[in-house]
T-cell receptor
Framework: EAGVTQSPTHLIKTRGQQATLRCSPI?????VYWYQQALGLGLQFLLW???????NRGNFPPRFSGRQFPNYSSELNVNALELEDSALYLC?????????????FGDGTRLSIL | KNQVEQSPQSLIILEGKNCTLQ??????????LRWYKQDTGRGPVSLTI?????NTKSNGRYTATLDADTKQSSLHITASQLSDSASYIC??????????FGKGTMLLVSP
């Protein structure tokens, strides 16, 4: 069974640019979650998509947005990049039974803002 | 406000020794508590999930305990190996969809 895959592995951008990160969940999983992990900090919840709809959003500005496609893959878009957006962005997938089932994480996209 | 506090922040132990990591939480309502292992440069991997009624759960050399009354959990690692060097993250689930993450304990196992 293929795990959660994320692309690209690394992404280098400059301030003000836009970044698009992609995630393919485990087959059969309908929920996709996005997290930001800045250096020295814990995982910060960004967005949760399920069945193509945004279900919940963390405390991040609107320039962080995303979508989920009919095949359950997902994109995270970050507009007007700022230096503090440099972080590891992790995607996780799960079945809708988040209470009892673990989230499966990808290995992340390392976003560096110059 | 839901919070998960982990201690110690970092820990160095000799290979073969045991260690215990702590997690205290103030999360309500409580659904379950999870421990994840995150190797450097990789995504977290689930070690255990415990519900309110479970006191102990093991996964190989990893044993997690939960005291729902005091809102404390611990992760005990037995006979540590170099591959145990990683960040260990405590996550508490609240209600249907809310997860609160601790900042993790960085463990270094030294030969």
């Amino acid at each position: 069974e293929a795990g959660v895959t994320q692309s690209p592995t690394h992404l280098i951008k400059t301030r003000g640019q836009q970044a698009t990160l992609r995630c393919s969940p485990i087959s059969g999983h309908t929920s996709v979650y996005w997290y930001q992990q800045a250096l020295g900090l814990g995982l910060q919840f960004l967005l949760w998509y399920d069945e193509g709809e945004e279900r919940n959003r963390g405390n991040f500005p609107p320039r962080f947005s995303g979508r989920q496609f009919p095949n359950y893959s997902s994109e995270l878009n970050v507009n007007a990049l700022e230096l503090e957006d440099s972080a590891l962005y992790l995607c996780a997938s799960s079945s809708r039974d988040i209470v009892n089932q673990p989230q499966h994480f990808g290995d992340g996209t390392r976003l560096s803002i110059l | 406000k839901n919070q998960v506090e982990q201690s110690p922040q970092s820990l160095i132990i000799l290979e073969g020794k045991n260690c215990t990591l702590q997690c205290n939480y103030t999360v309500s309502p409580f659904s379950n508590l999870r421990w994840y292992k995150q190797d450097t440069g990789r995504g977290p991997v689930s070690l255990t999930i415990m519900t309110f009624s479970e006191n102990t759960k093991s996964n190989g050399r990893y044993t997690a305990t939960l005291d729902a009354d005091t809102k404390q959990s611990s992760l005990h690692i037995t006979a540590s190996q170099l591959s145990d060097s990683a960040s260990y993250i405590c996550v508490v689930s609240s209600g249907y969809s809310t997860l609160t993450f601790g900042k993790g304990t960085m463990l270094l196992v030294s030969p």
